[in-house]
């Protein structure tokens, strides 16, 4: 093989190897990436065995092949050239790196040592949706998760497609976000509804890869998700377990309902981080006789802090307290002026955080009980 590349689009394309290839002590070719050359392009592709990767790369093709490469030491080899033009061509066991003033020869490892790459069974129905909204709706479900070695269906982002609504849903148990997706907003054949779970990790690196122009088409069967735009694809194995019932545990009343600014709220919410205790506890009450919310913190080793913030206040409740890491969280996956907290100080009820406005995105958060 030999083909002459752009040293930028190699770059980005090994970004993307080093974040997936494997490191196996009993199958050292995981760190490998296989280089194929075809007419016009070439692709990169690696894999950790759950997930594998293609990406590719425009290239002036002078032979086609394929080869192998050691991600991590080809991704520093060409982050350090100077020269954009670069021309790779593979001689015996060695892929050797040629500019105007400089050369090197990486080791390679055959090919037919690489895992075979599966492939979904169905590639004729698919969803079709701009990168941008999907990268979008996925980052505001992300924030609710956290990886968990007892429940394995936790591990993962719900995909709940109906033929008008797309739901993206994530959980660690003490707080859940869901994103609703009109089907305004995607293209899509399949004549049904279908739900599977995406691995987190699959999750985080969609997050990384993906552009907000360009369109991606989602293809599955029983145990796999393909991603698909014109530059990439991403295979994942999908996880086998049933994810929490949750719609029972989603607020539809509230004891009080908040309305209030969400980038003061957020900022009061750090300010008390700085006093809060371990367990990044902080309290919530109604201030006595004003319209607004007392945001209170206290540590023995450190001291205390009570902000007061406006709000208007709609029925009544004497204090709820949450972590406040979980509470900002939410409130960053909003992206409104205003946020709506629906409290139930009673029987440790989650409340609900949403805009007050738009109905597509909610995140529930579970209260720390009160001592």
């Known amino acids: 093989m030999k083909v002459v590349v752009i040293r930028g689009n190699l770059k980005e394309a090994l970004g993307v190897m080093e974040r997936v290839g494997g490191d196996n002590l009993k199958l050292p070719i995981l760190k490998y990436a296989v280089f194929e050359v075809f007419d016009d392009k070439s692709k990169l592709t690696a894999t950790n065995l759950e997930m594998a990767v293609s990406y590719y790369v425009p290239g002036k093709t002078i032979e086609k092949g394929k080869t192998s490469v050691p991600i991590a030491t080809f991704s520093s080899l060409i982050s350090n050239l100077q020269s954009e033009r670069l021309n790779l061509e593979k001689k015996g066991s060695q892929l050797e790196v040629k500019t105007d003033n400089y050369e090197a020869a990486t080791q390679t490892l055959p090919v037919d040592d690489f895992p075979i790459i599966p492939r979904v069974k169905n590639e004729e129905d698919y969803l079709e949706i701009e990168s941008g909204n999907l990268k979008g709706a996925l980052a505001q479900v992300v924030v609710a998760t956290q ?9 993962s982002v719900l995909f709940d497609f109906t ?8 959980t660690d148990s003490f707080r859940l976000a869901e994103r609703a997706i009109a089907a305004t907003q995607f293209k899509s ?5 279908f739900k599977f779970l995406i691995p987190l990790k699959t999750c985080h690196e969609l997050l990384r890869i993906f552009k907000d122009e360009e369109e991606v088409k989602i293809y599955h069967d029983q145990n796999q998700v393909l991603f ?3 530059q990439w694809e991403l295979i994942s194995r ?3 377990g049933n994810f929490p019932d949750y719609a029972a545990v989603v607020p539809k009343e509230f004891a009080s309902e908040v309305v209030t600014d969400r980038e003061r709220l957020l ?6 981080g700085v006093f809060s205790n371990q367990t990044n506890e902080i309290k919530i009450k109604p201030a006595s006789g004003e319209k607004a919310l007392e945001i209170y913190s206290a540590s023995q080793e450190i001291g205390e802090n009570r902000y007061l913030l406006p709000a208007k206040v ?9 972590n406040w890491r979980y509470l900002a969280d939410g409130l960053k996956a909003l992206k409104t002026e205003e946020v709506f ?14 805009s007050p406005h738009e109905a597509s995105y909610f995140y529930i958060l579970m209260p720390i009980l009160k001592t």
């Open 238 to 240: 999908l996880v086998d």
């Open 228 to 230: 698909k735009t014109a």
């Open 267 to 272: 900022n009061a919410l750090k300010l008390a």
């Open 189 to 193: 054949n399949y004549s049904q509804g």
């Open 147 to 155: 990886f968990s070695e007892l429940r394995s269906e936790l591990n």
């Open 341 to 354: 907290l629906g409290i139930n100080e009673q029987d440790n009820r989650p409340t609900l955080i949403k």
């Open 163 to 170: 033929l008008d609504t797309l739901r993206l849903v994530g």
């Open 314 to 322: 709609k029925g009544a409740f004497q204090e709820v307290n949450f």
